[in-house]
């Protein structure tokens, strides 16, 4: 298995436009979350799904984000209008059960 | 509130020694604890899981405490290498769903 995958791995926008982040999780895997990393707040959890549905989306800042997961090998963030405090790497990872998470390599976004 | 802290400063220690890293929480009574290493740029990966019955988990170099009273985990590198340097996130879950709580994380620095 290739392992988590997340799109793109960078990504730049200015104040104001809409965002779209991509994750395709594990095959098998029917835990997928979604994860921003700051220096100042470290990996915080934004939202997680099983079997496709939102389970806990206490994580999300603001209505300004939004999460899916429309089948089991898909899901997206979305960020629309994206701020520069958004600036981050987001991190989506999935998992089988209470053993481990499998994280992907991240995407780097920057908001000017 | 729920807190979880990792040594906030970076631990710099001798090629070969044993580095030991410290994970505290507070007003929280999780059923498993993890740590995670990440490296720069890149997704955290697993490393260790230990159960909250269970005070002592060991794998390969690696040894991992949980004291429930005490509310602290104790993560042990021994016979460090440089490749180990790194930063290291405990991460604590609760037990009847997946979600997971990080740390900020420690930074290792191993000295050849």
């Known amino acids: 298995d290739a392992g988590v995958i997340q799109s793109p791995r960078h990504e730049v926008t200015e104040m104001g436009q809409e965002v779209t982040l991509r994750c395709k999780p594990i095959?098998?895997?029917?835990?997928l979350f979604w994860y921003r990393q700051t220096m100042m707040r470290g990996l915080e959890l934004l939202i997680y799904?099983?079997?496709?549905?939102?389970?806990?989306d206490s994580g999300m800042p603001e209505d300004r984000f939004s999460a899916k997961m429309p089948n089991a090998s898909f899901s997206t963030l979305k960020i629309q209008p994206s701020e520069p405090r958004d600036s981050a790497v987001y991190f989506c990872?999935?998992?089988?059960?209470?053993?481990?998470?499998?994280f992907g390599p991240g995407t780097r976004l920057t908001v000017l | 509130s729920q807190k979880i802290e990792q040594n906030s400063e970076a631990l710099n220690i001798q090629e070969g020694k044993t580095a030991t890293l410290t994970c505290n929480y507070t007003?929280?009574?999780?059923?498993?604890l993890q740590w995670y290493r990440q490296d720069p740029g890149r997704g955290p990966v697993f490393l260790l899981l230990?159960?909250?019955?269970?005070k002592e988990k060991r794998k390969e170099r690696l040894k991992v405490t949980f004291d429930t009273t005490l509310k602290q985990s104790l993560f042990h590198i021994t016979a460090s290498q440089p490749a180990d340097s790194a930063t290291y996130l405990c991460?604590?879950?609760?037990?009847?769903?997946?979600?997971?709580?990080f740390g900020t994380g420690t930074k290792l620095q191993v000295i050849p």
């Open positions: 990872a999935s998992t089988s059960s209470y053993n481990e998470q499998f």
């Open positions: 095959s098998g895997h029917d835990y």
């Open positions: 799904f099983n079997n496709n549905v939102p389970i806990d």
């Open positions: 007003n929280y009574s999780p059923a498993y």
């Open positions: 230990i159960r909250e019955n269970e």
């Open positions: 991460a604590l879950l609760s037990g009847g769903y997946q979600k997971v709580t």
